[in-house]
């Protein structure tokens, strides 16, 4: 059984409404993916995640999909994801790629330890 069929259709809307204030925003050019994503202070029984656009360039506060930070990332919310599945597994690939630079920061963003400028440079495009 995949792990995205234990989150009902509500929590996967509760995962993409969740507040962004605390996120950081990382745009295609820091990225190199064509979908805005977001990371930050979420917390709590979800662990760690980013949210991803689901228009191209754009920040849509309420029109994304949530992928969990994981050697091996999963879609939390497959029923809100629009943009094609080789975009999908792109972003996937740049969270395999990124892992340990993205767990540090989201452990920085729930602990207050930490440089977000210097996790965020380090970084890498895909």
């Known amino acids: 059984m995949k792990f995205t069929e234990f989150l009902a259709e509500e929590a996967q809307q509760t ?8 996120m950081a925003n990382l745009n295609p050019e820091d990225t190199g993916l064509a979908y ?10 979800h662990g760690p995640h980013i949210k991803v656009s689901n228009i191209k360039g754009k920040f849509a ?3 994304c999909f949530v992928l ?5 990332p999963v879609n939390l919310t497959p029923k809100f994801t629009k943009i094609p599945k080789e975009d999908v597994e792109n972003t996937m690939d740049w969270i395999t ?11 920085m963003y729930e602990t207050g330890e930490g440089n977000s400028i210097e996790l965020l440079t380090a970084l890498e495009k895909v």
């Open 61 to 63: 506060k309420g029109d």
């Open 15 to 22: 995962l993409v409404e969740a507040q962004l204030d605390e």
């Open 97 to 107: 790629h990124n892992y340990d630079k993205l767990i540090a920061l989201w452990k």
């Open 36 to 45: 805005v994503i977001w990371i930050g202070e979420i917390g709590g029984q």
């Open 68 to 72: 969990s930070i994981a050697k091996n």
